[in-house]
């Protein structure tokens, strides 16, 4: 009941953009998948979230939670001017997936 409470006061109050990079492109480049997609702010990782992904050892993880949408590791979303690498995607919360889940690093 605790996990449905919070995803009802989850608050999607920002907006973002989802890019990947071309394949045998400049590190650089980007291309815009999804512009516009509404999302939360972005907040650190707890310990837990890190483990749970397996990156337990990653330094400036971020979590940020989006609308659903189809996200893959390593493309990047861009959030209040920042760019972030998706390491980790989950659909949350688990049992009644209302959000997507991004474990996310600023590089």
Known sequence: ?????AARSLRLSQTCDVKRVPSGSNPAARETMVAGLRCSAVYPASQEQAERAGMALAVRLMVVYT?????????????????????????????????VELLIEEE
């Open 67 to 99: 609308a659903d949408e189809t996200f893959f590791p390593d493309w990047r979303l861009v959030t209040g001017g920042v760019d972030y690498r998706i390491r980790a995607v989950s659909r949350w919360p688990r049992g009644d997936a209302q959000f």
């Open 1 to 5: 009941m605790a996990l449905v409470s």
